[in-house]
């Protein structure tokens, strides 16, 4: 069973930085798209950034594009979240998800759906 | 962006009810919609994908249906462990938006 770890979060002072990190285990984990969804305290679900199994497509929300950059080490079986400029707009916990893979006969199909996701981390940006 | 309307926001409801949840979206996204749980402090879980697709180890009182623009999710007979919020996701395309969510209280 795939496991999702979410660590790297705290409190943050406006137009502060942090990185979050999500280590995965379980799995292979090379083989699957990735993503950051977060949610305000009291809000609903609001997806972040997405990255490929290889990094070639990078997507982000315009509310933090030019801000947050995610990245991924298949080596270390882990992506990051670098997140600078923050706002209290920013404040909330922070998950990582994993998109699932079927392996069919024509090769693999990645599906319309997070399966797997971490336990989130809280990030609080307040002065 | 693909906007995803939820409605109703929240639900008032008793043990054995049939629950319906609606879920609009702005354009259509064929049956690439998702549907999850997530119970108060915990991460979000997976119930249905494609639409109508049951998740393995979801109760099967659990089911979606819908293509397009609109997307049901019902719970034929409610249970105390799913009085929660429950969430639409399209992931027809970037932006992978979620609905605003639907709480089912007692």
């Known amino acids: 069973e795939g496991q999702l770890v979410v660590s790297g979060g705290g409190l943050v002072k406006p137009g502060g930085s942090l990185r979050l990190s999500c280590a995965a285990s379980?799995?292979?984990?090379?083989?699957?798209?990735m993503h950051w969804v977060r949610q305000a305290p009291g809000k609903g679900l609001e997806w972040v950034s997405s990255i490929s199994s290889s990094s070639s497509y990078i997507y982000y929300a315009d509310s933090v594009k030019g801000r947050f950059t995610i990245s991924r080490d298949n080596a270390r079986k882990s992506i990051h979240l670098e997140m600078n400029s923050l706002k209290a707009d920013d404040t909330a916990v922070y998950y990582c998800a994993r998109q699932r893979i079927l392996i069919t006969s024509g090769g693999l199909r990645i599906e319309p759906v997070f399966d797997y996701w971490g336990q989130g981390t809280l990030v609080a940006v307040s002065s | 962006d693909i906007q995803l309307t939820q409605s109703p926001s929240f639900l008032s409801a008793s043990v054995g009810d049939r629950v319906t949840i609606t879920c609009r979206a702005s354009q259509g996204i064929s049956n690439f919609l998702a549907w999850y749980q997530q119970e108060a402090g915990k991460a979000p879980k997976v119930l249905i994908s494609?639409?109508?697709t049951l998740q393995s180890g979801v109760p099967s009182r659990f089911s979606g249906s819908g293509s397009g623009t609109e997307f049901t999710l019902t719970i034929s007979s409610l249970q105390p462990e799913d009085f929660a919020t429950y969430y639409c996701?399209?992931?027809?395309?970037?932006?992978?938006?979620f609905g605003g969510g639907t709480k089912v209280e007692i």
């Open positions: 494609a639409a109508s």
């Open positions: 996701q399209q992931l027809s395309s970037y932006p992978f938006t």
């Open positions: 379980g799995f292979a984990f090379n083989t699957y798209n």
